[in-house]
C-alpha cells in the first residue's frame, strides 16, 4: 500500500528561476512543503555542514508561518539545528541570517511577486544565495524518499531569532545615512502588505525629514492587488508623492527583494533605468573597484555605463543564483536584474529591495537632483537606450511551436539585420544598430516572456511589433 506523503505529492515538486513555486492548497501542501524540507534536511546532512543548522522565514502570504513551521520541524527531527523567525521577514534579511550567523543554509515560505494564491519556499546556501542549478537537481533526486514524520519533540529544537536590528545595522555600512539625514528629504514607502513592512519604513523613520506609508499592514491576499511593485502598482504610492511634493517614492515587492522607485512629481523609474544610474553614482562617487554584472535580459546601459568609467561587465543567465557568484568572487561590485533586482560586494548575494530604496535616496541626497534629470545626465555621457518587457501566456504546445521557430535564426527582424543571436538563456537576437530581441520563458510563471530595448521610443515600439508578430 502506498504512504499517504507519496500518492499525488510525489511528482509535482520542481525548483525553478527561484525556488519551488506552486498554487496553495493545489501542489503547494503541508505534505509538500514536508518533503521538500525532507529532501533539503538529506542534502544538507550529506553535505557535512548540517551542525551548523538552518535559518527558517516566511512572508505574509495565506498559511506562510504555518509552512514555515513544519518545514522547520523537519529539519529538527533531523537533528539539525533550527532558527525560525517570529514574523514575516524579508527575502534579503534571511540570506543576511544564514550569512551572519555562518549557518549551513535555509528555507523562506514565500513565493515572491507571484499573485497571491500562490506560495513557495526557496532554499539558499550557506553563502545567502539562491541555490544553484547542480544543488537544486540534488534536492528533487532526494525527493522520491523523502517522506517526513517528524516526532512531537521537535519542536523543542527550534529557536526563534529576530534578525531585523543585526540587519539594519549591517545595512547602515553600506548606505550613507548621514547624507540622506543632511538632505533632509520627505519621502513616502510602500512595502505592499508585505514581509518588508517595519523594514524600509522603519530605517528611513529615522533619517528622513518626514515619512508617509502607504500599504503597511500584512494582508494575504496584498490588498487584492498583487505584491509585485511595478509602474500600476505604485499608483497610489504616486500619487501621494505628486500631491505630497516628496522627493521619493520607495517600494518593495511582497518578500522585499524587489524595489519600486517613484521621482518627486509621481513619475515611476523603470527598474532598468535606475540600475544604469546606481551603476554610474557608484563609480562617480565611490570608485569601487570591479565591473557589474547584469542578467541576459537586463538593459545594455549597464554596458554602455561599464565602457564610460572603463570597467568590465559580466553577463550571466537569468536568476540571481548565477549573478550571486560574481559578487562572492569580488570581480563585480554591483550586480542587477531587470526585474528589480540587484545587490552589492560585501552585503549578501540576493536580491535586496530595502538597500535599493536606501541607494535611490542616497542618490537624490547627494547629488540635489530628481532621478529624472540625473537620467537625462546619464543619456549626454553615455547615450539613450529604452527598454519593454512584454509577458505572454501561452499554452505549452504554443511554446514549443515558438522554441521550434527559434532554433532557426533569422538573418534580418524588423528590417535590421541580425549580427549575432546569444543563446545564454532563451534566444537574445543583437541586431546591427545595438538594440535586441530577447525571447524566453519565464523560470517562475508559465509565460513567455519578451525582452526589447532600442536607442529611441519610435524604433522601440518598431521591434515590439515586430516581436508580437514573430510570436502570433
Avoid at 201 to 222: C, N, Q, T, W, Y
Amino acid at each position: 500500500m502506498p504512504r499517504p506523503d507519496r500518492v499525488k505529492e510525489g511528482a509535482v515538486i520542481r525548483f525553478g528561476t527561484s525556488g519551488w513555486r506552486a498554487v496553495i492548497a493545489e501542489e503547494f501542501t503541508l505534505a509538500n512543503v514536508r518533503r521538500a524540507a525532507a529532501a533539503i534536511a538529506q542534502v544538507l546532512l550529506e553535505s557535512g555542514a548540517a551542525r551548523r543548522g538552518a535559518f527558517v522565514g516566511y512572508d505574509t502570504r495565506f498559511m506562510s508561518g504555518r509552512f514555515a513551521r513544519e518545514a522547520g520541524l523537519v529539519l529538527a527531527s533531523r537533528d539539525i539545528p533550527v532558527w525560525l523567525s517570529p514574523a514575516p521577514v524579508p527575502t534579503p534579511a534571511v540570506a543576511f541570517a544564514i550569512v551572519s550567523g555562518r549557518r549551513a543554509g535555509g528555507i523562506n515560505i514565500t513565493a515572491s511577486h507571484n499573485p497571491p494564491e500562490y506560495s513557495g519556499l526557496k532554499f539558499s546556501t550557506a553563502e545567502g544565495a539562491p541555490a544553484l542549478p547542480e544543488v537544486t537537481r540534488r534536492i528533487e533526486a532526494a525527493l522520491p524518499d523523502a517522506v517526513p514524520a517528524p516526532p512531537p519533540e521537535a519542536g523543542r529544537r527550534i529557536r526563534s531569532l529576530d534578525v531585523r536590528a543585526a540587519y539594519f545595522k549591517g545595512l547602515s555600512r553600506l548606505v550613507r545615512m548621514t547624507a540622506i539625514k543632511k538632505a533632509r528629504l520627505r519621502l513616502a514607502c510602500d512595502p505592499r502588505y508585505g514581509a518588508s513592512i517595519g523594514y524600509l519604513d522603519g530605517i528611513l523613520a529615522k533619517a528622513a525629514r518626514s515619512l508617509e506609508v502607504v500599504h503597511g499592514a500584512p494582508h494575504p491576499e496584498f490588498g487584492g492587488e498583487g505584491p509585485d511593485c511595478g509602474e500600476t502598482q505604485l499608483r497610489a504610492l504616486a500619487r501621494l508623492v505628486r500631491r505630497g511634493g516628496l522627493h521619493l517614492g520607495l517600494a518593495t515587492d511582497g518578500d522585499g527583494d524587489r524595489f519600486g522607485i517613484v521621482d518627486a512629481g509621481g513619475a515611476f523609474i523603470p527598474p532598468n533605468l535606475f540600475l544604469a544610474l546606481l551603476a554610474d553614482f557608484l563609480l562617480e562617487t565611490r570608485r569601487l573597484p570591479g565591473g557589474v554584472g547584469r542578467s541576459v535580459a537586463t538593459t545594455h546601459l549597464l554596458d554602455a555605463v561599464c565602457a564610460h568609467h572603463g570597467r568590465p561587465l559580466y553577463e550571466t543567465p537569468v536568476g540571481f543564483k548565477f549573478l550571486g557568484e560574481h559578487l562572492m568572487s569580488g570581480r563585480a561590485f554591483l550586480v542587477c536584474e531587470e526585474s528589480a533586482g540587484m545587490s552589492l560586494r560585501g552585503w549578501v548575494p540576493e536580491k535586496d529591495g530595502i538597500l535599493a530604496g536606501l541607494l535611490a535616496a542616497e542618490m537624490v541626497a547627494v547629488r540635489r537632483k530628481p532621478l529624472r534629470l540625473q537620467v537625462r545626465d546619464l543619456f549626454d555621457k553615455v547615450g539613450p537606450l529604452v527598454s519593454r518587457r512584454l509577458d505572454y501566456h501561452m499554452d505549452a504546445a504554443g511554446r514549443d511551436r515558438l522554441a521550434r521557430r527559434l532554433e532557426e535564426i533569422p538573418s534580418n527582424f524588423a528590417g535590421r539585420r541580425v549580427t549575432r543571436c546569444d543563446t545564454t538563456d532563451g534566444r537574445k537576437l543583437i541586431l546591427g544598430d545595438g538594440s535586441w530581441v530577447l525571447f524566453r520563458p519565464s523560470g517562475t510563471e508559465p509565460v513567455l516572456r519578451c525582452y526589447v530595448e532600442a536607442r529611441t521610443n519610435k524604433e522601440l515600439d518598431a521591434l515590439l511589433q515586430a516581436a508580437r508578430e514573430y510570436i502570433a
